[in-house]
C-alpha cells in the first residue's frame, strides 16, 4: 500500500462524515502527485517523507516506544525549525530551508495525528506555510498541504475550497496547478458559489500584492530593503482600499533592549514594513508606511535605548513612521482592530527559544485596570481594579522571597496603564512570564469560578464575550485579533502559556478549595485579548473569580481570600520553573 493511501485510510478511521473523505480524497491527489512528479519537488528522500513518518490505521505503539518517539521527534523539529529558519533569513538558501521545513512539517502533522494535541498542527501549519513562502520547487505543495490541513483542522471544507482554488489561480508552476485542480475535483461537493469564490480569490490577489500581504510583518536579520514586506488587514480590506485614514497619534515606549511605537489610526488600512540598513555613517532603520494616511502633529519623537527616535514623514501615498535605531533589530509589526492602531516592536535579539526546564527569573505581573478604568463592579461595590492591584501586591514578595524571583508591577498604584504599554512593559523588562490579574464578570449573575485565558484563535463565545470587555471593544474585534497573531505567534510559546496557565488553574482550586466550596474550574481558555498581544515572553490572563457574582464578590471582598489567590500564582510560578 502506498503512504498516502495510509494516511487515507487512517483520516477515515479516525474521523467520519462526508467532509473528510473529500478531505482525504483531496490529499490522496496531492501527496500522490508529489511523490510521483520528482521534477516538482527538490527530491525523493524529501518526497517520500510521508512514507516513513505516517503509520497505518493497525499500528501499535506501547507507552515507552510513543514516548521515546514523541521525545526524539521534539528535539528533531525544533533543530530543523531553527536551522531552516536561520537558512531562510539570509534570504539566499531557500532551496536548503525548504526541504528542512518540510520535513519538520510533516513530523508535526503526523504528530497531531496520532496524539491529537493542538500545538502539533498549529506548528504543522506553520512550517507548511513557511515553506510555501521561500523560493523552491516545493513551494506550491506547502501551500497546498497547508489550506487542506488549516481546514481540516478548522473543519470547514468550504474554507479548504478556496484556498486551493486561490492556489489553483495564481499561476503555479512545477505541475502545481494539475495538483491543486485534482484537489478541488475531490472538493467539488463543497464549492462555495461563484461570488464567494470570486470574492476570495479578488481578496486574496489584493491582499497578496507583488510583495506578499499578511496580518503581521515578523523579520530577523534579513537583507534590509526598501520594500521588505506587504501588509493588509483582510477582514477590512474594502473599508481600507476605499478609506482615507488620519494617525490620530504615536506612542512610543523605549528601553535599552526592546521598544514599541503604537500607531493609532481613524480607519483600518494597509501598511508595508521595510528595513534600511546602516550606510554611510547613516544608522539603521525601520519604517512601515501608512496607506492613504495623514497626519498632524509633531514630526519626531525621542524615544532613547534601542529607538533613538521616531520620524513622521508625508508621502505621495501616505505617511511614513521611521525608527532610527541604534543597531540591526529583530522586529514584528501587527494591528490591533477596534481602535485600529499599529503596533511595532522591535528587540535587540529574536526571542529566545524556551528550554525544557524553566530557568524563571523575572516576573511581570499586571494587575488589571486602574485609575479612570475601576473595571467590572460587584454588587457590593466593589472595583475590579482594587482587588487586581492588591492580589499582585500580595504575590510580588512572595515570589522573590519564596521562588527567588525578580518581579515588576506594570502598575504599583491607582493609576491608568494603556494595554498596549503593559506587555511594552514586560518585554523591557525581558520577563520570563507575564500574568494579567484580572476578575471575571458576567450578566448571569449565577456564573462563578476562574478560568485562565492565552492568546490564540477560538469559537468559544463567552471568551469572546470576555476578551471584549476587557479589550474595551467588540467580540468580532477580539476574534479578529485573535485570528491574525496565530497564524504567527510563536507555537512553542503558546504551549509554554498553555503549559503554565493548566498549573495556574490547578493551583487556584487546590488553595481556594482547602477553605471555600462551589470553586468551579472553568479550565484553560483562548481568546483574543490586546494586553497579551506582543508578550515576548509565556503569557495568560488570571480571571481570579466573578465579581458579578455575589457570593465570589463578598469573597473577593476578603484578605484571605485575595491571598490564596496570590498564593495560587506562587504556586503555579514555583511548579512551572521545576518542570512540573
Given at each position: ?23 482525504g ?13 520528482r ?11 510521508d ?46 530551508a ?5 520535513q519538520?512539517?510533516n513530523?508535526?502533522?503526523k ?5 491529537g494535541k ?33 481546514a481540516e483542522?478548522e473543519g ?11 492556489v ?33 480569490l ?52 523605549g ?24 550606510r ?19 514630526q ?14 508625508q508621502r ?21 482592530p ?21 530557568a524563571?527569573?523575572?516576573i ?17 461595590g ?20 519564596e521562588?527567588?524571583?525578580s ?24 520577563a ?18 476562574v478560568?485562565t485565558?492565552?492568546?490564540d484563535a ?9 476578551a ?15 485570528n ?7 507555537a512553542?510559546r503558546?504551549?509554554?502559556?498553555e ?33 497579551l ?12 473569580s466573578f465579581?458579578?457574582?455575589h ?14 489567590l496570590?498564593?495560587?500564582i ?11
Open positions: 500500500m502506498l503512504p498516502f493511501q495510509r494516511l487515507f485510510l487512517e483520516l477515515c478511521s479516525r474521523r467520519s462524515g462526508r467532509w473528510i473523505v473529500a478531505w480524497a483531496a490529499t490522496v491527489l496531492v501527496l500522490g502527485a508529489a511523490g510521483c512528479r521534477d516538482a519537488e527538490p527530491s525523493p528522500d524529501v518526497a517520500s517523507t512514507a516513513a513518518d505516517t503509520a497505518s490505521a493497525g499500528d501499535t505503539v506501547d507507552a515507552a516506544e510513543e514516548a521515546e518517539e514523541a521525545g526524539a521527534r521534539n528535539r528533531y523539529t525544533l533543530v530543523a525549525h531553527a536551522d531552516a529558519l536561520a537558512l531562510a533569513v539570509q534570504g539566499k538558501q531557500d532551496i536548503l525548504g526541504p528542512t521545513l518540510l519538520a512539517a513530523l508535526r502533522e504528530a497531531w495525528r496520532r496524539h493542538r500545538v502539533d498542527a498549529l506548528e504543522a501549519l506553520e512550517l507548511f506555510t513557511s515553506t510555501a513562502a521561500l523560493s523552491w520547487p516545493g513551494a506550491c505543495h506547502g501551500a497546498l498541504r497547508a489550506a487542506l490541513l488549516r483542522f470547514s471544507p468550504e474554507r479548504a475550497y478556496g484556498e486551493v482554488y486561490v489553483a489561480r495564481s499561476e503555479p508552476t512545477h505541475g502545481c496547478r494539475e495538483r491543486a485542480e485534482a484537489a478541488l475535483a475531490a472538493l467539488a461537493s463543497h464549492r462555495p458559489k461563484e461570488d464567494e469564490l470570486r470574492r476570495i479578488a481578496a486574496a490577489q489584493a491582499e497578496t500584492g507583488p510583495a506578499g500581504d499578511g496580518a503581521a510583518a515578523d523579520g530577523a536579520g534579513r537583507a534590509p530593503s526598501e520594500h521588505d514586506s506587504h501588509v493588509v488587514v483582510p477582514e477590512v480590506l474594502e473599508q481600507a482600499l476605499n478609506t482615507p485614514t488620519t494617525i490620530t497619534r504615536v506612542e512610543p515606549y528601553a535599552e533592549e526592546t521598544a514599541r511605537v503604537v500607531v493609532h489610526l481613524s480607519h483600518p488600512t494597509r501598511f508595508r514594513v521595510g528595513v534600511l540598513e546602516a554611510g555613517g547613516q544608522e539603521p532603520r525601520l519604517f512601515v508606511d501608512v496607506s492613504q494616511a495623514s497626519y498632524e502633529g509633531p519626531q519623537f525621542e524615544v532613547g535605548g534601542l529607538v533613538r527616535r521616531t520620524r513622521i514623514g505621495e501615498d501616505g505617511t511614513r513612521v521611521v525608527l532610527d535605531l541604534a543597531r540591526p533589530v529583530y522586529h514584528r509589526v501587527f494591528y490591533l477596534q481602535p485600529f492602531r499599529l503596533v511595532i516592536d522591535v528587540s535587540r535579539d529574536p526571542p529566545e527559544r524556551l528550554a525544557a526546564r524553566r524563571i527569573q523575572r511581570v505581573l499586571d494587575p488589571g485596570h486602574g485609575g479612570s478604568d475601576p473595571g467590572a463592579l460587584g454588587p457590593n466593589l472595583r475590579e481594579k482594587d482587588v487586581t492591584l492588591d492580589v499582585a501586591h500580595r504575590a510580588a514578595p512572595l515570589l522573590a522571597r521562588v527567588g524571583v518581579t515588576l508591577l506594570t502598575r504599583d498604584t491607582d493609576v491608568f496603564v494603556p494595554l498596549d504599554e503593559r506587555a511594552a512593559r514586560a518585554n523591557a523588562f525581558n520570563d512570564l507575564f500574568v494579567s490579574i484580572h476578575c471575571n464578570a458576567s450578566e448571569d449573575a449565577d456564573q462563578r469560578g478560568m485565558f492565552v492568546l477560538s469559537k468559544d463565545r463567552l471568551a469572546a464575550r470576555i471584549a470587555r476587557e479589550n474595551a471593544s467588540t467580540e468580532a474585534a477580539a476574534a479578529e485579533l485573535a491574525a497573531l496565530s497564524r504567527v505567534n510563536d512553542e503558546l504551549q509554554a502559556s503549559h503554565f496557565a493548566m498549573l495556574l488553574q490547578r493551583a487556584a482550586g487546590a488553595s481556594l478549595g482547602l477553605k471555600y466550596d462551589q470553586v468551579r474550574d472553568h479550565g484553560v481558555r483562548r481568546a483574543g485579548f490586546y494586553v498581544a506582543g508578550a515576548r515572553m509565556p503569557s495568560v490572563l488570571f480571571e481570579s465579581i458579578s457574582n457570593e465570589e464578590a463578598r469573597r473577593l471582598n476578603q484578605g484571605d481570600y485575595r491571598q490564596r496570590a498564593d495560587s506562587v504556586n503555579a510560578v514555583r511548579a512551572y520553573q521545576e518542570g512540573r
